[in-house]
């Protein structure tokens, strides 16, 4: 699941697991999992997020990829392309949201560091590492309007993607 913040990837991507039968793998979970239980990885990654930064590649891959199974969404990661080493997909979601519906949404969920200069930055981070999944996945990647009733954009994805 690709999308930029707030663009949706963990609401649709849980909808999805659930009508597909398979696991939901969030790499923001796995991450906090790592952190709350103290492990060596899950101090590293807290280090980077207590100075405000992202857990660099390394640590995330370290952590996201003993969660995967056979068959799963994963939303979150790969985050980057140096995510994507030795990682192919049967298919790539891109959910595509406007940022000012990014911003808007949220602004909404009132989160402290959910300020209009961090939102900002993080969007300009997404355009820069994330954007560039697109066409590493072009092949498997199904593109999906995001700025619609969640339900409308969960039914477009299950049609799209329930195996035949």
Do not use: N, W
Not at 19 to 36: D, F, K, M, N, P
């Amino acid at each position: 699941m690709l999308a930029p913040p707030g663009g949706g990837k963990g609401t649709q991507g849980i909808r999805l697991a659930q009508a597909l039968g398979i696991e939901h793998i969030s790499s923001g979970e796995v991450l906090r999992r790592e952190v709350a239980a103290g492990t060596p990885l899950g101090r590293a990654v807290q280090e980077h997020l207590a100075a405000g930064r992202l857990a660099p590649d390394e640590l995330v891959t370290q952590a996201v990829l003993p969660a995967l199974g056979d068959a799963y969404v994963l939303d979150g990661y790969p985050r980057t392309l140096a995510q994507t080493e030795g990682l192919d997909f049967d298919a790539v979601v891109h959910l595509r949201v406007p940022e000012e519906v990014v911003e808007r949404r949220l602004l909404a969920r009132g989160r402290a560091d959910d300020t209009p200069e961090v939102i900002a930055r993080r969007l300009r981070q997404y355009e820069a590492e994330t954007l560039p999944l697109l066409e590493r996945y072009r092949d498997v990647l199904v593109e999906v309007d995001g700025d619609r009733p969640e339900d409308e954009i969960a039914a477009e994805l299950l049609r799209r993607l329930r195996p035949a």
